[in-house]
């Protein structure tokens, strides 16, 4: 598990300023009007958006740091803390929720370990919750990275997790 | 792919694909919605190429991944056209049978068939399943028919003619006097007059006009925009192209959730096709009328399903409402009026303009015409998303179409308009829905989510789930929202955990009221919605956890324990073994017991116990 983290780092994030330039280069930036596309391309490119990303992206655009950090901080799916190797999103939606979508949540917490928005020591997992997938009819709903566990329990939950556990492992 | 530069050769080109001659024997149509998808449509796919390709029948079997067939539950779907054999639930294992004896044959495979859970009865045919034959598809006509990716399949179906019709026949004013006419109100909960809207946004001086398509879909347990946006993303460019044409904007923009990847990839794929075909972008169909669209990810905020926070957001900020007016259609994107419609209210358009507004008239109600689209979730047997006509009445929809509660429990309630709305109870069953009756009795129509309820859910901590929400999604520039839901969820996590006073309910009410008057958009003058419906019509339940600190329904943890009966406990070890808390003592063969120290009330006991032998007390 461990090494799988550090192989990640590895291979991942190359010099942040050059991520950076090569965004606003791409995306043609010359105004605050496209901040979020431009923080949405770097996050994807970084994993997650660090404090040397956003000064960089700041100098670039003229755009004051506290300005973004505003925008960083308003919108879920920001994060300045770089991610697990894999993102359960568990839903917290209405429909998720009246089928026991609470009890999914509570389940996983309890066996990594974590709250929301917390990755776990190995950086194997980190745990978010969302508003709501759209995908309703099959709650309560647990995505991991982009596959999609429908009609859950705490149960099912614990195995689809040991599932990805035993994939690296 | 060509261009089409006038009405003549969109015609032609019509003709030419539906005389095209079906040389497949039979096509079989796979739904290809997030929902199926979930539930392992990319295997069956694969399967069904497989089997095809190894058979060497290509020539006479076409596959086909559709639209959202809406019905989400028995996924991955399969229809077999042209007689519509309906599969639903189809795994891997299945794929030969339905090629060598569906496909191949024309035979039903009774074993795959639906069986009516009302009825018993089993289903061979997509039009004889009470989920579908029961509603009035009209917006959702499509979805389960075409290749949402492929043109020329919604060509074919009359595709962009409304567009053609509004350009060729009709000024941009007498396209708003047909919608105003047909009094088709916003789909995306408020219930604007849609036709109205759009001539405040012409009549606003300005060159530079922009039309919104709002696809931020965000009340949690709504889905029926992102099926639109995967299923048929060429009819909502056809109705903004419309609207576009109507008020007089070049630019347009889909401000869409992130969360919706397929609804992204659709529309983008679209666009590009309907540029390259001359759909969009300069001249459109050969006339003066030019407008393009961009699409631009939500980056995940309730609150931008507001107008103004919408465009707070697009214009890179934080997204923040302001108050109203000015309004968009005066002062908008980048100060330039702009009409913002939601992506049902599109999907509408080409329908309004294609039939007239006299036929779109005769469905519905009186000032609620045409149909909307429900996504029906919660303790329901058939969930999925349902269109019905206005007026049409909750029972209809949760017991004949949704077929009923599962298991043997009572219908309690319907959660209608999510995190604004309110709860329906047992006593408004047989009331015709639209947005004027919703309203009278506490709820709203909102975007369409409809959440039922049964017995075992508790009200008060319903109520408190949706304070909590929309406490973590008010935005924080006003202080009635941002405080006052504070307190709400404070007051309504204390009666959950059985520390709440006498005197809070109407402490409840009074800052409800208060947030209702004074907060300065939607989210925060709705929020108090659930709590005060659910006070009105469920309000010995909350006096139950204030004076007897008791959850009747069992489900606030601090209010119930798990208990296991010994009369009815076998000693089968079943829960032990799933108890991950190694909470539950017991030899084999013996009545087990439930360690109360170390229970963290999961409730996975209580599901898997096969002898009901675990209550809750």
Known sequence: MKKSANDQSASGPAPIQEAVKTVIDTLGISSESNLIGVLQEVQARCGYLPPEALEAISRRIKIPLSRIYGVVSFYAQFYTEPHGRHTIRCCRGTACYVRGGQRVIDAVKAELGVEEEQTTEDMMFTLQTVACLGACALGPLMVVDSTYHGNMDPRKALRVLQMYQEDSG | ?617
Not at chain 2, 83 to 107: H, M, N, S
Not at chain 2, 362 to 379: D, H, Q, W
Request: hydrophobic share 35%; with cysteine; charged share 25%.
């Open chain 2, 1 to 617: 792919m060509s261009r089409i530069d006038s009405l003549q050769e969109l015609d032609v080109r019509r003709q030419r694909l539906s005389q095209r001659k079906e040389d497949a024997l039979r096509t079989i149509t796979l739904c290809g919605g997030t929902g199926c998808i979930a539930l392992g449509l990319a295997q069956v796919y694969t399967a069904f190429e497989h089997e095809i390709q190894q058979r060497g029948i290509g020539d006479k079997i076409r596959l086909k991944r559709t639209g959202c067939h809406g019905f989400c539950e028995q996924g991955p779907v399969v229809v077999v056209l042209p007689e519509r054999f309906f599969y639903p639930g189809v795994q891997v294992d299945d794929v030969p049978a339905i090629i060598e004896q569906t496909a191949l044959q024309g035979k039903v495979i009774d074993d795959l068939c639906y069986t009516d859970p009302v009825s018993g009865c089993k289903v061979a045919y997509e039009h004889d399943v009470p989920f579908y034959n029961l509603q009035e598809r009209l917006v959702f006509r499509h979805n389960g028919e075409l290749d949402p990716t492929d043109l020329d399949d919604y060509i074919v179906r009359d595709g962009y003619s409304a567009l053609a019709k509004a350009l060729c026949e009709m000024s941009p004013k007498e396209v708003i006097e047909e919608v105003k006419l047909s009094e088709l109100r916003g789909r995306g909960g408020a219930g604007f007059p849609t036709g109205l809207k759009w001539e405040l946004c012409r009549k606003s001086p300005g060159d530079e006009k922009y039309l919104i398509c709002n696809a931020d879909e965000g009340d949690p347990g709504a889905f029926m925009d992102r099926s639109l946006l995967e299923g048929s993303p060429h009819a909502i460019i056809e109705g903004m192209l419309v609207a576009a044409y109507a008020i007089g904007a070049r630019e347009g923009i889909i401000y869409v959730r992130a969360e919706y990847p397929l609804a992204v990839r659709n529309v983008n794929i679209t666009l590009q096709q309907a540029r390259e075909a001359g759909l969009l972008g300069a001249n459109i169909l050969g006339s003066q009328f030019s407008f393009d669209i961009s699409v631009h990810e939500g980056a995940g905020a309730f609150v931008c399903g507001e107008e103004t926070a919408l465009i707070a957001s697009l214009e890179g900020m934080r997204g923040m409402p302001r108050p109203r007016p000015p309004f968009p259609t005066q002062s908008g994107y980048k100060g330039n009026p702009t009409n913002i419609n939601n992506v049902e209210t599109f999907a509408n358009i080409p329908l309004i303009i294609l039939n007239g507004q006299q036929w779109y008239r005769a469905i519905g109600t009186e000032g609620n015409r045409g149909t909307k689209i429900f996504a029906l979730a919660g303790k329901v047997r058939n969930t999925g998303l349902v269109e019905v006509p206005m007026g049409t009445t909750l029972r209809q929809i949760i017991f004949d179409i949704g077929g009923g509660i599962p298991g043997d429990r009572e219908f309690k309630a319907a959660q209608m308009g999510g995190p604004s709305g309110g709860c329906v109870p047992a006593q408004y069953l047989d009331l015709p829905i639209d947005y004027d009756s919703l309203k009278e009795i506490g709820a709203i129509m909102g975007s369409g989510g409809l959440i039922v309820m049964d017995e075992a859910t508790c009200m008060v901590d319903v109520a408190r789930f949706f304070t909590d929400f929309v406490q973590e999604e008010s935005c924080g520039k006003c202080t009635p929202c941002r405080v006052g839901t504070k307190l709400m969820l404070e007051t309504l996590t204390d009666i959950t955990t059985g520390n709440g006073q006498p005197g809070d309910i109407d402490r409840l009410v009074q800052l409800g009221q208060m947030i209702k008057k004074a907060s300065l958009c939607g989210l925060g003058q709705t929020a108090p919605n659930p709590v005060l419906s659910t006070i009105r019509y469920f309000r010995p339940e909350y006096e139950a956890h204030i004076r007897e600190h008791k959850c009747p329904a069992g489900v606030c943890h601090e209010l119930i324990a798990y208990r296991i009966d010994p009369e009815l406990c076998t000693g089968c070890h079943l829960c032990v073994r799933n108890c991950p808390q190694n909470a539950i003592a017991g030899e084999p063969k013996q009545p087990h017991e439930i360690m109360a120290d170390r229970c963290v009330k999961c409730g996975i006991c209580h599901d898997v116990c096969k002898f009901s032998a675990v209550v809750i007390e």
